[in-house]
């Protein structure tokens, strides 16, 4: 009994050394990441040995660059009318990747913006075409009526005089419709003009769209990618 009640407590201590172990290296194996934020000191001269006069400019701030030592280890600056000395691997010609991201993805939201205004004008072009082209077939019907109703008064009417009057009418209708059916045409034949150039835009906002995506992102990640080596 005892054996077995000392076999049972051994256990039962392994099992609880076995648990708080895996709770241990769940908690270190955490996932983690570390920060692109960095602040660079200032000092009065080229030397880590020299007074700091500003302990803080923060990554991706805009400075002047005035001079540097004879290495090119160290650069002097002046950064809100403060002049001072700081390491060069510090200073870069260009933005850093978080301000070009986000200048990128602002650019985007443009675009994106353009896009959708080119795609509700050219929604609103179609939509004025489809009712242009109801119009003209309303009043091609309109002038195929009244063709018709002149061939029937012709085959019908036995008064010359009548018959003229009321063919002089039907003409003079025709000739009116005549008219408004070639400036319909027109007109359906300049938003169709309209159309093709709205569509030829956004077409071209999508290429600009891909392009800039296409030249940006890639840089990015190279970027990012030295960063992490660095």
Do not use: H
Request: glycine residues 4%; charged residues 25%.
């Amino acid at each position: 009994m005892t054996l077995f009640a000392n076999t049972s407590i051994f256990k039962t201590l392994v099992f609880i050394c076995t648990f708080a172990l895996a709770v241990q290296v769940s908690a270190q194996s955490a996932t983690r990441y570390i920060g692109d934020e960095l602040r660079v000191p200032l000092r009065t001269g080229p030397s880590i040995e020299y007074r700091i006069i500003n302990a803080g400019i923060p990554s991706g701030s805009q400075l002047t660059l005035l001079d540097t030592n004879e290495d090119n280890t160290w650069s002097f600056v002046r950064f809100n009318n403060q002049e001072g000395w700081l390491q060069s691997q510090f200073v870069v010609a260009q933005p850093i990747a978080r301000d070009r991201l986000t200048a990128a993805q602002n650019e985007l939201n443009a675009l994106r913006t353009q896009y959708n205004e080119l795609q509700t004008r050219f929604n609103e072009l179609r939509d004025d075409r489809l009712a242009v082209d109801s119009l003209y077939q309303s009043i091609e019907q309109e002038r195929d009526d009244a063709l018709a109703e002149v061939e029937r008064i012709r085959e019908i009417s036995s008064n010359a005089i009548l018959l003229d009057e009321r063919n002089r009418e039907l003409v003079s209708r025709n000739r009116v419709l005549e008219s408004e059916t070639d400036t319909l045409r027109r007109r359906n034949e300049d938003l169709e003009a309209s159309s093709s150039q709205w569509r030829m835009l956004a077409g071209g906002g999508l290429v600009i769209l891909g392009l800039l995506l296409g030249l940006i992102l890639p840089s990015l990640v190279k970027r990012r990618r030295s960063d992490g080596w660095a």
